[in-house]
């Protein structure tokens, strides 16, 4: 059966999606239509213009996972240099018709965040990684904050889904498929911390506890936006 499955796969040329590896043709192309405007996009869209104005004008960003670009007006109203890194071109393909001539001032490559990323140590101000190692296991994860942390010499922006401290324990940290939605927050600070960071501030985005009308996974999960500055003190001790 699975050499069967092989030969089929091989034959009409399908190659399966890595974890977080989902934004692609109609998805893609529906993915702002089906979020922008509502509460929630806009309450994003703040928080970050909000944890934007730590950094000065004229800063180095780099947006991980770049998708349709919908920071674009944050960073250029901050004068910012504008680079992102996504593994869909089908979204950025999107970005580059929703953003028009906007797109120009940006240098997007595709690439996959999880490899080595193509830039050198210390080069950006900022990071900005929304809705991205939610996906990912914990050690994945790691690796992946690690590594922007090697491209990064001042503070990053990111969003994660934990879990409600009253919601039942999903499974052992290390043990989760994805992160996103079913770790704890001692859990995350723990992975922020292993991977070099510290936290500044945090903002809550939606606590689904507090929404009527949802299934019951939503309501175990609590969205945050947390601002985390590279810590200098652990030396050569990430691994």
Request: aromatic share 12%; glycine share 6%.
């Amino acid at each position: 059966m699975k050499e069967f499955i092989g030969l089929l796969i091989h034959k009409i040329g399908f190659k399966p999606k890595q974890t977080g590896n989902t934004y692609y043709k109609e998805t893609a192309k529906k993915y702002l239509q089906r979020r922008q405007g509502s509460a929630k996009w806009e309450k994003e869209q703040g928080v970050v213009k909000e944890f934007l104005k730590y950094f000065a004008d004229g800063s180095r960003v780099l947006d991980i996972p770049f998708g349709t670009g919908r920071f674009v007006d944050l960073y250029l109203d901050k004068k910012m240099s504008i680079y992102g890194l996504d593994i869909s071109k089908d979204m950025v393909d999107v970005a580059r018709e929703v953003l028009g001539e906007k797109f120009s001032h940006c240098s997007v490559i595709i690439a996959d965040a999880t490899k080595p990323l193509p830039y050198e140590d210390d080069y950006f101000d900022a990071v900005v990684s929304w809705k991205f190692i939610k996906f990912f296991r914990y050690d994945i994860a790691k690796k992946i904050l690690i590594e922007i942390r090697r491209v990064l010499k001042d503070k990053l922006i990111i969003n994660v889904a934990i879990r409600n401290p009253d919601a039942e324990i999903v499974d052992d940290p290390d043990n989760l498929k994805a992160i996103g939605g079913n770790i704890y927050e001692d859990d995350l600070m723990r992975l922020f911390n292993e991977s070099g960071f510290n936290l500044l501030e945090k903002r809550l985005i939606v606590d689904g506890s507090k929404i009527s009308n949802i299934d019951e996974e939503n309501t175990s999960r609590i969205i945050c936006a947390y601002l985390l500055e590279k810590s200098y003190t652990i030396g050569d001790t990430i691994n």
